[in-house]
């Protein structure tokens, strides 16, 4: 039951972020006005979850017992420094020669940084390699409280394996044990996912 936990888990997260890069390549669009053709959602939508091309390697690592759950945004796809430079550098290199690299250089810059910045509620490195601290947002009595909080490594890896067990000992006989996700979490991948459909269709 653990890795159909792991794969709903994976699969909902995953829904954000392809939303989101779909949402983004439609919004861009209109700000360039283009007429997006439908092929360029799913090139956003790839963009969106790039960094988690290291996910197939860290799932072979828990199956055979040689890593946590827990131990994700370790590898060089979660660093941003690492791969949002290069990438829309490199773009925007192209966008001196054909125009269309421009926009998907910026496409490709806020993709990126919305997959960042969703993966920083559990914490990421955003100075990578440079700086080993993860960095994550920290919310106490609601939004008058936010802030983004750096921890070591070590400390880091306390916290959201912790976390990650008092929810599911909190949600145990339940079905959200299954989803690990809280109800607010389901409802934000399923709203953005109706979001991008709504757009891409009727507007």
Same mark, same amino acid.
């Given at each position: ?29 209109? $700000?360039? #006005?283009?007429?997006? /053709?439908?092929? *360029? %959602?799913?090139?956003?939508?790839? =963009?969106?979850? +790039? ?41 925007? $290199?192209? #966008?001196?020669?054909? /125009?269309?690299? *421009? %926009?998907?250089?910026?496409?490709? =810059?806020?993709? +990126? ?91």
């Amino acid at each position: 039951m653990k890795y159909v936990v792991m794969v709903v888990e994976i699969g909902l997260n995953a829904l954000i972020d392809l939303s989101m890069g779909a949402i983004i390549v439609h919004l861009m669009g209109k $700000i360039f #006005g283009y007429d997006v /053709p439908f092929y *360029f %959602y799913p090139i956003g939508a790839v =963009l969106a979850v +790039l960094p988690d091309v290291d996910y197939p390697y860290h799932l072979f690592q828990v199956v055979r017992g040689k890593r946590k759950f827990t131990q994700t945004h370790r590898m060089v796809p979660h660093y941003p420094v690492i791969m949002i430079i290069p990438i829309c550098s490199t773009l925007g $290199i192209l #966008g001196i020669f054909y /125009p269309v690299f *421009f %926009y998907w250089a910026l496409v490709a =810059l806020l993709c +990126l940084v919305s997959h960042y910045t969703h993966d920083t509620i559990e914490g990421i490195r955003w100075l990578a390699p440079w700086g080993g601290n993860y960095y994550r947002f920290s919310v106490r009595r609601g939004w008058r409280k936010f802030s983004i909080v750096s921890w070591s490594k070590n400390k880091w890896e306390v916290w959201i394996g912790l976390l990650k067990e008092k929810m599911r000992r909190e949600r145990a006989g339940r079905f959200e044990t299954y989803l690990n996700l809280s109800a607010k979490e389901l409802a934000t991948a399923l709203s953005l996912f109706a979001i991008a459909v709504l757009l891409i269709f009727l507007w």
